[in-house]
């Protein structure tokens, strides 16, 4: 880590006594005046108000010391705004990212540009964590249909993670619509018994639509090489992050070490058939193996890739769609700006939603 | 420093413009019971118009109909008060002079001559009130925009001033505001030292009461951190943009999805940037950058919005704004071509938002207005947005006023040589 200049510390300190502290994290003034900002909004708003200021200035820089630690200020001050709503953060379970915020997002839009959009929808969040995933759907999608159904299932290993979760849904019921259902159930998505169990449940009256998931994908290689954060990797779940499997062995390709989770995924979504499958990925690279298993499987009538932001660039400033060179030779539909962020995937009668 | 170029210029036509004010101001206090014949022909103009409607409305009721006629009926009264009184007049005037009017007569005469004199003075009053077009935003809620110019620290400090102070006189009315956004040189008690700050006042019809707010606000007294006790000056821009509401309004005027309207942004032209996580992003960094900056590419406006921790929050909050200037920067260029018309026909300068309107002087503890020309001097109560902030405020309504009825006149004036200039080209043809 580069060293920070002197006379930028000095400016923030001339500033702030406190503000070298969380310079040291957040490695830009601006970003640091926002932080002790927060912070300080934080204290005002969960300290009595009997405490004395001395009080109230040392818990602001025991926060700081923290931060500046590497703690994540979404551990400390146990949030982070998703879409519209709040969702709750705690050690133990990963922090919902801004992507996976814009490609939630993206998605609702996407099938609500779709007009006839059945009232009943299932839909599948594997790995689901905060649960991030299905609040913020059906916060976007309840208030577009008359009378909706929406049955949104999350899974995850950690029972950490469920019971998070599952205070987030309480948290947030506000945003939701009363007659929906929402359900959490921990469970290992390699687990032959929890597919059986969830492919009986439904039954021939209804099918899962759509099967999302922000799996751990980030490689052991590329999780000890310096691409990912020393916050992350000191204060987050390392289980949410670097796919552990019992197929996975150390002398896999470096590269492909962050994929383990997709075959199963895919091999999920065909004993459901899903309609239409989401995930999120690391990067453009991991975006087209993706791309490619996926192919390799059939059954899916389309497929492409968004990008961070779906909706920007392109001919016309709409994210219009992009040719890139898909693995195997083969073309592959690329949406949007940024970073390879996502994997759709569609079967016949959900072409309508994704190609237009 | 554009500011200081913008300024300069501010100071020129103000000196010119002014004297065209006295001007004016003068021949309002004499307030004689005449209006103008310009004026009194476009009330004319409008009452028969209203009369015409009333007549249609009779045989069919159509809700654009009434709405116009009831806009017009104000007019229309006025004027039937004016003629009525002025009509009047003669007679009196006749009795008065008359030697034969026996004693007792032409004092009730007298009596009423000036009663009637009254009247006609009141309703020239009406008339050019009701004369005079509505803002557009006028009913609307409002943003004001506070961001110090030239000046360094005292700038800032005095647009934290200026902060407290818009802020004081909406506790004292009443009036519901909340900081929308808030740049602060300081990272501690920010909002004494501003570089942009942002409020939102949320109640209908406060774009009219902040609407003269809007230009260079300048200060003159010694820093703080000033030795040898020189007075510095320095200046703070405000301005006042309409709030557009969330849903679109039935009138026309309000609506987001008709391209032909002032608030019509179309999503195509806005470029969203937000801060990118460097690096790979997603599950490799848990960055807490919500920062939102929205780009208007035909216009190259640009709104940064990062208060929030939510980029959500902060996106919603850009457009606001967003949606704010384009509004008003296009009320501007809209009210600056007729200006222009105006200049080049009557020759009647307008006040544009880029001027220096208003000084505290702190060493004199005063106030002066350059528009209405007011002073005072309880600086303290002002800057509390006590009750002197309500007079000089109440100056500059009188004196936008006295403005839109000058520009009124100047515009019938204008269509009237038009007028005549045609008919008479029409003539040479014949
Ligand atoms: C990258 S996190 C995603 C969390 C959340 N969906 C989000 O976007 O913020 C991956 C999640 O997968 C869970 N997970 C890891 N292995 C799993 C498994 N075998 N079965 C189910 N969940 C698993 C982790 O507990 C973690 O919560």
Redesign the pocket.
Known sequence: MPRLPTSLLRRARHEHSLLPLLFRTCRDLPSARNELRWLREHILETASPKSPPSTRHQRLYELCLQRSKGKPLQYILGSQPFGNLEILCKPG?????PE?DLLTTHLAQTLLSYPPLPPTIHIL??????G??PLLLHSLLHPSIPHPHIHIHG????PL?MSLARKNLHHNTRHLHPSSQISFQQ????DTEWLNGIKAESSKKWKWDILI?????ISPHAFNNGSTARSVRNYE?K???V???PTYSSTDAPETGGDM?YPRLLHIANELQVGVFVV?VADMAQAKRVVGMVRERGAWEGVEVWRDFPEQGGRDGTGEVVEVDGRDGRDVRVRGEGEGRAVVAWREGWGGVFEG | MTLWTGLRTAVRVNCHQSARIRRYQSTLTTSPPSISPTLLGRARALAAEHAELSRRLNSGYDTKLAKKAGSLSAVAEALNGWEAANNSLPELQQLVKDQSTDAELRSLAEEELASTREKLASYSKDLQTTLVPQHPFAEMSCLIEIRPGAGGDEAALFAGDLLRMYRDFCKRKGLHATLLKLDSTAAITSEDMIQEAILEIDAPGTYDVFRCEAGVHRVQRVPATEIKGRTHTSAVSVMVLPNIPEQSGQNGENDFDDPTSDYFVDSKDVRTDVMRARGAGG?HVNTTDSAVRLTHLPTNTVVAIQDSRSQHKNRAKAWQVLRARLAQARRDAREEEIAQLRISVVGVARMGRENKVRTYNWGQQRVTDHRSGITMHNLDDILEGGESLDKVMDSVKEWLKTKDIEALIADEEAERTKLEANSKKANQHD
């Open positions: 379970v990963l922090i919902p990212r996976t969040d594997l790995c689901t964590g905060t991030c995933i899974i995850d290993i950690s993670a469970a290992d998505i390699f998931s922000n799996p751990p994908y779940p289980i949410a992050l796919p552990t499997t989770f999120e | 599950q």
